[in-house]
């Protein structure tokens, strides 16, 4: 970790700068496998799963069969605690619900907006050292309560062709049946352009590596959404003198683990702090099954030290963290202040993991500075906002004029018309 003392404002933009993303050396490749897909369907998804997976696929598709045969590979102690974060992840998405409001913005003008979920999505869960059924929770929940009619999800086979039967589970747990047996930027072909057998959806969601990443921004090029633009996940812990050192680097560490580009900041207003958290890491750090994950992402992290914790949140607000940890005494005062951040933990009881698993949050966030300007997925992310209006006979009298006018000084008599011809057959005397 590299080390800051009291650096002037001057030096922060360069301080909260990521290591810039070659993403545009990927795209060639990332072509090549969006035209072998285009060309060749589930053929080349099946050739593709042979040289990036080891695998050897008879299907692309998961089957019946090899659902229920994974459902008791799940402990009960693992399907118990899926269940608590399946309940707490419900909740708090089925709050964000909106009920229908019309308003009548003058008499006999009538507007409202309904939510319709998006009718076919696709989830990209990644697979390999870390299967996410997590982040499956996290957007097949929302997905169900939007009300989207068709969800595939698309995840990569180990070598043997099976999937991961935590992931199974959780899947057959929301009632997903379409699993497709592709990782990658051929998954996220599959589901932009769609196959013989897989349909073309209308967003994708969900994490990846560098290719997913290159290729779910190339598909919104062709017409695909996708959730949000994405990058290496990231922390920012801000402590004060009354947080536990290990607690800190704990938190540190479990941001560090999830790859060697993942970004670790931690922001103090004590010297000694520092010193502590930085002798914590250290010793925990050894402990970890993924140590050298850990340490190469160490190696790339920053530790600060600002005179006072409000310099701490303008820090933070520059960089725009994915999670943003108030270790602090009394989190509330700097919690307002903060403008720019993906999910925040608030006090020396809310570790980020929880909301990463059970909290009810939702942990698919803004990654690379993108809190700026992107939300972390929510209900809102499923669905489209549709807009209505209605108007009386008498509305329309009302605003009519209005709207010839306006729609006359922008020259668009077609515009005008539409409203005059109605004004006249209800009141012929206007014809004269």
Known sequence: MKIYLYPDQ????????????KLDQLRAGVQQTFDLVQQRGDSALMELAVKFDKAALQNVWVSPEEITAALPQVSEELKAAIELAYNNI???????????????????????????GIQKVGLYIPGGTAPLFSTLLMLGIPAQIAGCREIILATPPSADGTINGTILYTANRLG???ILKAGGAQAIAALAFGTETVPAVDKIFGP???????????????GVAIDM???PSEVLVIADDSADANFVAADLLSQAEHGPDSQVVFVTNSEKQLQNVQAAVAQQVAQLPRQTVAEQALNNSIGVVLPTLEEAIHFSNLYAPEHLILSVDQPEPLAEQVIQAGSVFMGHFSPESVGDYASGTNHTLPTNGYARNYSGVSLDSFVKKITFQ?????????????????????????HKNAVTVRLRKMNPSLSS
């Open 10 to 21: 001057a030096e922060w933009g360069a301080l909260t700068q990521r290591p810039v993303q």
């Open 90 to 116: 419900y909740r708090f998405h089925n709050a964000q619900q909106e009920q229908v409001k019309q308003v009548e913005t003058m008499p006999g003008v009538t507007c409202w907006r309904k939510s319709v």
């Open 176 to 178: 997903i049946k379409r």
């Open 208 to 222: 990846g590596n560098q290719y997913v990443t290159a290729a779910k921004q190339m598909v919104t090029q062709m």
């Open 229 to 231: 633009p994405a990058g």
């Open 390 to 414: 209605q108007l009386t006979r008498e509305g329309l009298e009302r605003i009519g004029p209005a709207v010839e006018t306006m729609a006359e000084a922008e020259g668009l008599h077609a």
